[in-house]
């Protein structure tokens, strides 16, 4: 990798992280539930990210193998999920809350990445990322834990996303010879067609501001997000996406 490579893609993910940062308040503004929320976003990125990879030319037939489709279908599955199980998570704990314990992600990241990559953490990124969780945890003792079981629901989900996350991540590792975009656009694709079944449409959000929270999760959070973001992951080693992640809750708290 050369180092203006690398520079660029530090630039990116740092981009794409302080962007995630401002994920919470959207979704929560938005009023929808979870599956609402995803759905849309998946449908508002899809529309975005089409006319996009259209303008730019990028959807040339003879992209994807058999292999690397079925590779780029899971990982938007997993980020899928990720996301409903997140956004359910922001509810039932809090925003700053379920951020934080998402971001056990980079150590999933690097261990996903060591196991299955052959990528070995350096000793000083590794020390960076457990100082940077620990500081996480500090926040996490500080803040009010009333809340019982919707609590501990929160946290569990946050979890639960925080592993899917270093799935789809890893597996997009391995996805270096398709343009990002297009590889964003086949995951929202095949996330709006999965949760279709799980919308309420008679529960959808009265007011333009609403919409405008949802057009935006679509725009800002998922076409320009995803682009920046696997643009960084694709020329990025796991230990500096992971390190580079906790950019992320940092913006969120």
Known sequence: MSPSSDRVGLAQMAAAMTLSGTLGVFVLESGQSAWNVVFFRCVFGALSLFLYCWARGLLKPGLFTARTLALALAAGAALVLNWVLLFSAYRLASISLATAVYNVQPFFLIGLGALFLGERPTRGKLAWSVIAFAGLLLVLKLTDHSGGGAYLSGLLLGLGAAALYGITAVIVKRLKGIPPQVLALVQVTLGAVMLLPMA??????????????????????????YILMYSAIQKLPTTSTAALSFIYPAVAI
């Open 200 to 225: 309420d449409f008679q529960a959808l959000p009265a007011a333009p501001l609403q919409w405008g929270y949802l057009v935006a999760l679509g725009l800002v959070h998922t076409c320009l997000m």
